[in-house]
Nanobody, 121 residues
Framework: QVQLVESGGGLVQAGGSLRLSCAAS????????MGWYRQTPGKQRELVAI???????NYADSVKGRFTISRDNAKNTVYLQMNSLKPEDTADYYC???????????????WGQGTQVTVSS
């Protein structure tokens, strides 16, 4: 089994910054893509940013230039640095990871429990 635990959410004023962290633990051979998603009430969960094992990244258009995703493979941890935050960034943020638990195993998708980010105007 694999667990993902997010931290770093909270309340911040518009224009401020937050850094989210998500650490994976358990039976891990390797981790392929790791990503951050967000969801607000009544809306579908949307991709915010993703980083692949080789380091390539993709961002939602709404966060390009403001958010930066990174990962520390030695710590099985993914980060999301969020700058110039806007009220519309308010959401529950979830991390996800495609984890391989044994040599030549099939990647399985795991999700964290979510962390709340509130940006006040």
């Amino acid at each position: 089994q694999v667990q993902l635990v997010e931290s770093g959410g909270g309340l911040v004023q518009a224009g401020g910054s937050l850094r989210l962290s998500c650490a994976a633990s358990g039976i891990i051979f390797s981790i392929n893509a790791m990503g951050w998603y967000r969801q607000t009430p009544g809306k579908q969960r949307e991709l915010v940013a993703i980083i692949r094992n080789g380091g390539s990244t993709n961002y939602a258009d709404s966060v390009k230039g403001r958010f930066t995703i990174s990962r520390d493979n030695a710590k099985n941890t993914v980060y999301l640095q969020m700058n110039s935050l806007k009220p519309e960034d308010t959401a529950d943020y979830y991390c996800a990871a495609d984890v391989v638990s044994r040599y030549r195993g099939t990647p399985l998708n795991y999700w964290g429990q979510g962390t709340q980010v509130t940006v006040s105007s």
